[in-house]
């Protein structure tokens, strides 16, 4: 992977960045995602935020090895602490991370999100705990992506900011409203069924303990149940 040729998971998450973006990318991964898209003329400027000393060195020196200073700013800060109201920006990117890492960042910063700002997110895992964020916050759920790389399964949520709170079902949230739709999709059905097996052993497991707790019992029955509806 490099500037030129991304990862499949980023190649998504860089496909669904509106045109003509001024991208923040917190956690940026050597800038990748941001080089990638100023070299395809998608993006006019960019912020690539680490708040690692190390990975900020790192990908400094490839913005400067590439000759983006001009258009790429890179900040050492924690989460959305790298951004600035001068800085303009229209989209945010926090990709691979847990949910529940990405949700709190975003519940961290969201002093520093305006309403112009479109979020993409990819969380390794947890997505239903960045719904239920995003619901909160009155975002809606415009595109949503799921594919496979390397044996592993990435979901990618894309939202906008709205006036009013758009509710989500249990099972949107969950799966995702529009990955629901498309629910027949191979990735999303072996996903599914491989969260089914396992969440159906964890459930067997508590039920044969000598101390069993009801209200875990009850949140896995209702998963499992989710579940099965969705992939009869």
């Known amino acids: 992977m490099n500037e030129y040729s991304l990862s499949k998971r980023l190649k998504a998450v860089a496909d669904l960045v509106p045109k003509n973006s001024r991208l923040g990318d917190i956690g940026s991964d050597h800038g990748y995602l941001a080089s990638y898209l100023l070299l395809k003329g998608q993006i006019t ?3 690539c935020g680490e ?6 060195q790192q990908t400094l020196e490839q913005i400067e090895k590439r000759k983006l200073t001009a258009q790429v700013t890179v900040r050492l800060a ?5 951004i600035e109201e001068s800085d303009q920006l229209t989209c945010i990117t926090i990709c691979g991370m847990g949910g529940k890492l990405i949700r709190d960042i975003l519940a961290a910063g969201k002093e520093k999100l305006t309403p112009a700002m479109t979020l993409i997110l990819q969380a390794n895992v947890g997505e239903h705990l ?3 964020w995003l619901v909160a916050e009155n975002y809606v759920i415009t595109q949503e992506v799921i594919l496979e790389e390397n044996n ?7 939202a906008e900011k709205v006036p009013a709170q758009v509710l989500l079902t249990p099972a ?6 529009i990955l629901l739709q498309a629910k027949e999709n191979q990735v999303f059905q072996a996903k599914w069924l491989r969260e089914y097996h396992n969440k159906e052993r964890i459930l067997n497991q508590l039920l044969a303990a000598k101390d069993v707790e009801p209200a875990k019992v009850t949140y896995f029955q209702q998963e499992l149940a989710l579940i099965k509806e969705v992939l009869v």
């Open 51 to 56: 708040v690692v000393p190390g990975p900020y």
């Open 78 to 82: 924690d989460g959305l602490e790298a």
């Open 152 to 158: 592993k399964t990435y979901e990618i949520i894309k």
């Open 172 to 177: 949107e949230l969950l799966f995702g409203p």
């Open 45 to 47: 400027a960019a912020v």
């Open 130 to 132: 960045l719904r239920e």
